[in-house]
């Protein structure tokens, strides 16, 4: 009998801690950057449309992706944002332009090829607040299909197809708010 209770309480436990095991969940990795008073929450980057790194590790290059994005709408946003004022976003989607095709052993990493096919886009909600209180808020969906057409300004800055959607954005949505 003493065996018996032995091997059930084995057994029970063995069967409780493998159901266990066998249920996996996964918890979507979002990103917070910020700048001043700007916050931005990357959402479940993984889903994104397009945010594919064609060099090193994919979880660097979000990292960096997400942070340059940040800085480029801080340094704009921090010159006309008051002290008391705070502006977050929530981005659910980025689609960078161009697309990443292979190499086919050309080289070592693929590379991104931009065309007009491609064009820049970002989704996102957004909250502009004055001392806690609600001033602006919205949903975005910003694209920008003639981003090839016209005078392109020589820059070694990254990601200048989606700064410019950030760019352009801010100063038509948010700094009129500001006045």
């Not at 449309?49 to 340059?68: M, N, P, R």
């Not at 050309?106 to 970002?122: H, N």
């Amino acid at each position: 009998m003493r065996y018996a209770l032995i091997t059930l309480g084995v057994v029970s436990t063995l069967a409780l801690t493998s159901c266990a095991q066998t249920e996996k969940t996964t918890v979507p990795q979002n990103f917070l950057t910020y700048d001043g008073n700007v916050a931005i929450v990357w959402q479940t980057p993984a889903k994104y449309s397009d945010i594919e790194a064609t060099v090193g590790l994919q979880s660097k290059f979000e990292k960096y992706l997400f942070s340059e994005l940040t800085d480029e709408l801080g340094q704009m946003a921090n010159k006309s944002l008051a002290n008391d004022q705070q502006l977050d976003l929530l981005v659910t989607n980025v689609d960078l332009a161009g697309d990443v095709q292979p190499t086919f052993g050309g080289a070592v990493d693929d590379v991104r090829i931009v065309s007009d096919l491609y064009p820049p886009k970002i989704s996102f909600e957004y909250v502009l607040r004055q001392n806690g209180k609600v001033i602006k808020s919205g949903t975005e969906k910003l694209n920008n299909m003639s981003f090839l057409f016209g005078i392109q300004p020589i820059t070694n800055q990254p990601f200048p197809y989606e700064r410019d959607l950030l760019t352009k954005w801010f100063k038509q949505t948010i700094k009129p708010a500001l006045k």
